[in-house]
Each structure stands twice: as structure tokens, then as C-alpha cells.
């Protein structure tokens, strides 16, 4: 896979190399995103997945294949990518709303029911969204995840949100 010159795939451009899970498995509740370009040893996501939803095979530098037929959306796998590079959807949450979870590497934590600006693979904020989850427990290993509701016509935008202000920096 190619990474394009702007420092990330575009959705086009996962669709295209079978990355992006289809509208059809999308109806069917929370799904994983892989949305990794590189071709370095590392395979942390498929021995993640009890499910073995997530194949990267041999050589181990291949990129990680979603079968999402046996992928249930636990989102075990996110905590697990060293590259911050997989995320968990959930189209059918609400009519209006769907949940993104990610990795989120920063103090302090969201914290449950805040409002929060959600940003997009640049960094930009492209809508606010609501905290939902926030999970960090032992087995993440020190990589918490965090789960937002945005509006579901962001959710093929929305990687994250904007890093939040600690009490001690105001």
C-alpha cells in the first residue's frame, strides 16, 4: 500500500485497497477500521483478535487484512497497534449518531458525557462529539480508548479528538 504525499489514506483510497469494511457490514453493528500503510514487521493487531478477524499472514511485513465477516467490533485490537492505526465504528447506534473508538495517548482523560471536538486524520476539528466510553484497564497497557458519538455523517472523518487542556497548563 502506498501512503499518498498528504501523510494519510483517504477513504477512496481505503475502499479501494479493501481496507474499509462495506456499508453492508457497517448495518451490522461495530466493525474495526485498519487503516495501516506500513509494511514493517509488526502484526500486535492479529494476534490481538481471538476471532481471527484480523490476518496479516507471511511475510509478517505484510498489511493487516480485515475480514469482517468474523470481526465482532470488541476493539481489543486498537490498544494493541504500536502505529495508533485502528478504530472501531458503530453506524447503528442512533439515527442520528454513530460511535468511533481510538487509542488516545494523552493526560488528562476525557471524561464520560464531556463534549469534545472531534478531529479528523489531520488533525482538524471537523465536529464536536460526546464522550461515551472511556476505557483503561491493565490490558491496554497503558493505551486508553476512548468512544465518542458523533453525527453518523462525520464518522468516515472523525480519527480522534483534540488533545485536552490539563488543569496545572491554564
Known sequence: MV???IG???K???VDSNCYPSEERFNKGLVVIIECTEEIPCNPCEAAC???AIKIGKPITNVPILDEDLCIGCGV???KCPGLAIFVIDKTYSDNEGLISFPY???PLPLIGSIVKAVNREGKVVSSGKVIKVLNNKSLDRTPVVTIAVPKEKLDEVRGIEKLESKDSK
Do not use: D, S
Request: charged content about 40%; hydrophobic content about 40%; overall charge positive.
Open 50 to 52: 481471538k476471532f481471527k
Open 105 to 107: 495517548e494523552y493526560l
Open 77 to 79: 485490537c486498537i490498544a
Open 3 to 5: 501512503l499518498r504525499e
Open 12 to 14: 477512496k483510497e481505503l
Open 8 to 10: 494519510y489514506l483517504t
